[in-house]
């Protein structure tokens, strides 16, 4: 069946799937990661268990949302402009002191039963279609998508920076519209669109790498054999490395009222790869 337009965007059809909210559902593998750090060595921007060169610039990063809703009750997903606000919000206050901050460009509001339910982290076609129809803006633009994620156990889902020069419609987040502050969610609040924006800013999870090697490639970040959950204080799941687990990172899988920090080593990373994938220079897809 195809999508018949509408004034809100597309509308097709809906079913009622039990909604059951986990983690993120961005996978950045070891090789990925290198592809990331051969660029940014290359351009003497980051080095393996190194510090950045040079203080942290500031950088405005302008954000798009786009609400793909079942239907225009919060059930089906059609987000309040106060819970954006509020989101915008609390990102901003994730971010201070990394010389990061976000400012809301615009909101676009789609009316669409079938992606807002099917699409999962599998479903790459539809995604595709979606954010390639809908993408705004350039690679210093943050397209969020809020989803009902029904067909799947994610919270969201994050592109890669250094994938943007060869898919730069596609660039960008989604996240279950449930997540933001003040809506129904038991275990997130607000903080799954920090926790992705991280990944749009090339971080790994923190437990990336378990206990062997360079772990999430990140300096002062100790190395965690998995992810944590609730807020185990005193965790020490790599009793061999330093350090005990970082399950204050936002790039863990820790509660809401846990997470409350990036650290140096983290702004380098980020700060390198806005330098290298998210700056002006990029241009802007047509």
Known sequence: MLPFKTNFGFVIWNSDIK?????????????DFQRTLDVLTGLS?????????????????????????????YAGGWVPDSQIDGQMNMLNRHYEGTGISWRHSKTIRILSPHWHEYITTNTTGLRSDMQRLFNEGGATTLNVYTLGFHRDFVNGYSSQPVDYLNNPKEDGVAIRFTTL??????????????HESG?????????????EGDGDGIWDTPAEASPAFGCPVGRDSCPDQPGLDPIYNFMDYTDED??????????????????AFRSNDMGTPI
């Open 19 to 31: 909604d059951r909210p986990s983690p993120c559902g961005t996978q950045i593998t070891t090789a």
């Open 45 to 73: 921007l980051h080095g393996p268990g190194k510090r950045q060169v040079g203080p942290a610039i500031s950088h405005t990063f302008d954000v798009v949302w786009h609400i793909v809703a079942s239907n225009i009750s």
């Open 181 to 194: 502050p003040g809506g129904i969610s038991d275990q997130r609040a607000g903080g799954t669109l920090t």
């Open 199 to 211: 990944h749009w800013l090339g971080l790994r999870h923190t437990f990336e790498g378990g206990c």
């Open 258 to 275: 846990c997470r409350s920090e990036f650290t140096p080593g983290q702004v380098d990373m980020m700060q390198a790869v806005i330098r």
